[in-house]
């Protein structure tokens, strides 16, 4: 169980395009989904929270209007990279926790969408 | 200075080695230690946490925490060329879950 999926897992895009990448739950429902960003050989950096049906939250010098951050429902949340450029490029990962307690509210990662800007 | 400094490597060890990977840290207030494993263009998984300070044994894997020194290892025996990945450690302030800072990653490679 605690399986989260992405999708895609790459995408190529040209600049100043905007990109949406999907995070699900696949069995069970997450309160609180995670977006972090790595680049090569680097850590994950948080990027934003988000709680089902309210807004996201965005750590500080990420930029909410770029990156737009939907979690609709207990089992989706989106981020969408508006108007993109090849500094965006990166690898973007997003997880989810169940909040109920279950395994002690761990998070489950998803294998993460690599993001090209040309 | 970053809030979790960990030494990115990369290591290379012969097959059956025993590994040891560390990160310090700056804040005293995180209460859970994590370790996550991370294959290449995948999402970490989580290998094994630790409430405060202290040991934790899983297998061949094990996890100290040092709380006075803000000093976390992790502990590989008899490594095998399948433990090839990057580790990264992570803390949390409330739980395994939340806010979670990371380590940069130390790579890892096990030769057989």
């Known amino acids: 169980g605690a399986v989260v999926s992405q999708h895609p897992s790459w995408v190529i895009c040209k600049s100043g395009t905007s990109v949406k990448i999907e995070c699900r739950s696949l069995?069970?429902?997450?309160?609180?989904m995670f977006w972090y960003r790595q680049f090569p050989k680097q850590s994950l950096m948080l990027m934003a929270t988000?709680?089902?049906?309210?807004?996201?939250?965005?750590e500080q010098g990420v930029e909410k209007d770029k990156f737009l951050i939907n979690h609709a429902s207990l089992t989706l949340s989106t981020l969408t990279v508006t108007s993109a450029h090849p500094e965006d490029s990166s690898f973007y990962i997003c997880?989810?926790?169940?909040?109920?307690?279950?395994?002690?509210?761990?998070?489950?990662f998803g294998p993460g969408t690599r993001l090209t800007v040309l | 200075q970053k809030e979790v400094e960990q030494d990115p490597g990369p290591l290379s060890v012969p097959e059956g080695a025993i590994v040891s990977l560390n990160c310090t840290y700056s804040?005293?207030?995180?209460?859970?230690f994590m370790w996550y494993r991370q294959y290449s263009r995948k999402g970490p998984e989580l290998l094994m946490y630790?409430?405060?300070?202290g040991n934790k044994e899983d297998g061949r894997f094990t996890a100290q925490v040092d709380k006075s020194s803000k000093y976390i290892s992790l502990f590989i025996r008899d490594s095998q060329p399948s433990d090839s990945a990057t580790y990264l450690c992570?803390?949390?302030?409330?739980?395994?879950?939340?806010?979670?800072?990371f380590g940069q990653g130390t790579e890892l490679s096990v030769k057989p």
């Open positions: 997880s989810a926790e169940t909040g109920d307690g279950r395994a002690g509210n761990e998070q489950f």
């Open positions: 069995d069970f429902q997450a309160t609180t």
């Open positions: 988000s709680n089902e049906g309210s807004k996201a939250t965005y």
């Open positions: 804040n005293s207030a995180f209460q859970y």
């Open positions: 630790t409430y405060s300070s």
């Open positions: 992570a803390m949390s302030l409330i739980s395994k879950g939340g806010k979670l800072i």
